[in-house]
């Protein structure tokens, strides 16, 4: 039986595409992955004769690959309700949806990133989800409210900007500085997955974020602090000796960081791995 490694029918090419749409649904590569893997599993699974009379076998493992990741989302809280801690998407180096309506109906979020992200029409969709295209269509749209809603964010080449002041303050622990640079109700939500010492709540108010962060500082001495962008956004990575240990992410809105995701759960540094390029 073919693999998904083989291309005997056209179908390994799709393999890149899949992950970055499950990636995008579910926010952790392994689970992606997985995902992808059981739907080229279900392609292979089909007699000949079926697969040979699908038009397009990349529409149809998108489209599985799309329903697998609903049945995942569907458990997804339950497994993260057992999480230690706040639970963060993978970083990821290359440009990526981050978690936009995290907590929203898991139809929405498959309507708007396929739909949105990916630019599948409708029709396709419907067939993911189970409705009808005039459904799908209204499921985005709810979800692209919930988008706008959370505010129009400053250009990319200004958040840099910001970010790279936060790191300059951040390593010179100047705490007036870093209070500048953070929105008053800015938040930071950290993920150490009950393996490393973090926050197991979020932090709230830029000046406590602030404090957090030169406490840090003080107790982590020769971290080097790298820039990067991580998810689509920019971040920071924190290294020592040449291994990560920790990588942030910025939200920056009007010139002020809004929202700060930490990531040091060593099992998604490691698969993120590629977050420490240099």
């Known amino acids: 039986m073919a693999t998904a490694g083989t291309d005997a029918d056209g179908t390994a090419g799709e393999r890149r595409q899949l992950v970055n749409v499950a990636y995008r649904l579910l926010g952790s590569l392994a689970e992606s992955e ?6 080229y599993a279900r392609w292979y699974a089909l007699p000949r004769n079926r697969r040979d009379e699908i038009v ?3 529409a149809w493992l998108t489209t599985v690959t799309g329903r697998i990741c609903l049945d995942v989302l569907g458990s997804a809280r339950t497994r993260r309700e ?3 801690g706040a639970w963060l998407p993978d970083p990821l180096p290359e440009r990526a949806e981050r978690e936009q309506g995290h907590g929203s109906d898991p139809a929405e979020r498959v309507a708007f990133v396929l739909h949105d992200v990916f630019r599948y029409p409708f029709a396709v969709i ?3 989800l189970g409705r009808t295209p005039a459904a799908c269509k209204q499921l985005a749209a709810s979800a692209r409210r919930r988008v706008h809603v959370a505010g129009t964010p400053a250009t990319a080449a200004g ?15 100047d705490i007036a500085a870093l209070v500048g640079l953070l929105d008053p109700a800015a938040v930071m939500t950290a993920d150490g997955g009950g393996v490393v010492g973090t926050v197991l709540r979020p932090i709230e108010g830029g000046a406590r974020i602030a404090q957090y962060m030169v406490a840090i500082a ?34 920056v809105t009007d010139g002020r960081v809004t929202r700060i995701w930490v990531v040091r759960n060593p099992e998604k540094l490691r698969r993120g791995g590629g977050t420490d390029r240099s």
């Open 34 to 39: 997985d995902a992808v893997q059981e739907a």
């Open 56 to 58: 397009s076998p990349g």
């Open 82 to 84: 057992r999480y230690v």
């Open 126 to 128: 419907a067939d993911v």
């Open 159 to 173: 958040q840099a900007d910001t970010v790279r002041r936060v790191k300059e303050a951040w390593q010179t622990k």
């Open 218 to 251: 003080d107790r982590a001495p020769g971290l080097d602090l790298v820039e990067r962008s991580v998810n689509g956004v920019p971040g920071l990575v924190a290294r020592r000796a040449g291994t990560v240990l920790t990588v942030a992410s910025f939200e």
